[in-house]
């Protein structure tokens, strides 16, 4: 049964780069795409955009120029770094299988931005 | 990109009754890509249907989704204690993936 689970500091200071990484168990990272959302506190959810197991990447164009994706299969891991950070972005962040339809996922990690 | 905009906001039933949940698309969706999810507090969503009708491994079968073009629905034939959360849709069928703002289905 594969497993995901997100990794990476719950604060961040305003301006600076959030930085989370998602570790894949049971099962192959190479074959699929892999997807990052949040959800603000007392929110919906919102996607953030996915990475193909050979690096392609997808970005929501709200957040495109603040965002980078990557992908390490040797680790099996994925990554999310998201640029010049303010308080809007403190959200629960999920990573999750696949680039269409979502069936695992991670148990998601709460930044907060903050000084 | 596509606006999915979800009704009730809210819909308070008992368990035993039948719940209809509605996502509407600003513009049709490709290849009717069309997931919806179930979510509750403290864990992360559960998807229960893709592709607008079909049921993800393990998902009861009181569960059934239905639609096509902009229109589709969420069925839930019985409610159980257990079902009583929030439920997402989304959709994949466009390079931007959208969700619509969620129905919390609570207990009347």
């Known amino acids: 049964q594969v497993q995901l689970q997100e990794s990476g500091p719950g604060l961040v200071k305003p301006s600076e780069t959030l930085s989370l990484i998602c570790t894949v168990s049971g099962d192959s990272i190479s074959g699929f795409s892999w997807t990052w959302l949040r959800q603000p506190p007392g929110k919906g959810l919102e996607w953030i955009g996915y990475?193909?197991?050979?690096?392609?990447?997808i970005y929501n164009p709200s957040l495109d120029s603040r965002v980078t994706m990557s992908v390490d299969t040797s680790e099996k891991q994925f990554s999310l770094k998201l640029r010049s950070v303010t308080a809007a972005d403190t959200a629960v962040y999920f990573c999750?299988?696949?680039?269409?339809?979502?069936?695992?996922w991670g148990q998601g990690s709460l930044v907060t931005v903050s000084s | 990109e596509i606006v999915l905009t979800q009704s009730p906001g809210t819909l308070s039933l008992s368990p035993g009754e039948r719940a209809t949940l509605s996502c509407r698309a600003s513009?049709?969706?490709?290849?009717?890509?069309l997931a919806w999810y179930l979510h509750k507090l403290g864990q992360p969503p559960k998807l229960l249907i893709y592709g607008a009708s079909n049921r993800a491994p393990g998902i009861p079968d009181r569960f059934s989704g239905s639609g096509s073009g902009t229109d589709f629905t969420l069925t839930i034939s019985r409610l159980e204690p257990e079902d009583f959360a929030i439920y997402y849709c989304q959709q994949y069928g466009s390079s931007t993936r959208t969700f619509g703002q969620g129905t919390k289905v609570e207990i009347k």
């Open positions: 999750a299988r696949g680039s269409g339809w979502l069936n695992h």
């Open positions: 513009q049709s969706v490709t290849g009717n890509y």
């Open positions: 990475v193909s197991d050979r690096g392609t990447t």
